[in-house]
């Protein structure tokens, strides 16, 4: 599996952001899918996960302001980001695992990570 991230940019605070992981060489509907954000200096940290079926789950900080949602048939994976915070600004990440656990909230349960895409949000 080949994921793409794309979606991240330069906004103020307060703004949204959509950030989307596109998938090729497998269909990702039986994956359980991740985002991750990096900031400089720190560990990868997890931000939300769906399983297969659609099922979510979030950081405590960004429960109620992010989204992820899937679609299958587009084979993409999304982060709708609302709400943005200056602490917010890192790098993000999608990955993916066929065999992991759901929620998957630690790096090392994916085998399939995107390049990444740089979030910056201004105050």
């Known amino acids: 599996v080949q994921l793409q991230a794309s979606g991240g940019g330069l906004v103020q605070a307060g703004d949204s952001l959509r950030l989307s992981c596109a998938a090729s060489g497998r269909t990702l509907g039986t994956y359980v899918m991740g985002w991750f954000r990096q900031a400089p200096g720190k560990e990868r940290v997890f931000v939300a996960g769906?399983?297969?079926?659609?099922?979510?789950y979030y950081a405590d900080s960004m429960e109620g302001r992010f989204i992820i949602s899937r679609d299958n048939a587009k084979n993409t994976v999304y982060l709708q980001m609302n709400s943005l915070k200056p602490e917010d600004t890192a790098v993000y990440y999608c990955?993916?695992?066929?065999?992991?656990?759901?929620?998957?909230?630690?790096?090392?349960?994916?085998?399939?990570w995107g390049q990444g895409t740089q979030v910056t949000v201004s105050s």
């Open positions: 769906i399983s297969w079926s659609g099922s979510t």
């Open positions: 990955a993916a695992d066929w065999a992991t656990m759901f929620p998957g909230i630690k790096p090392n349960q994916y085998g399939y």
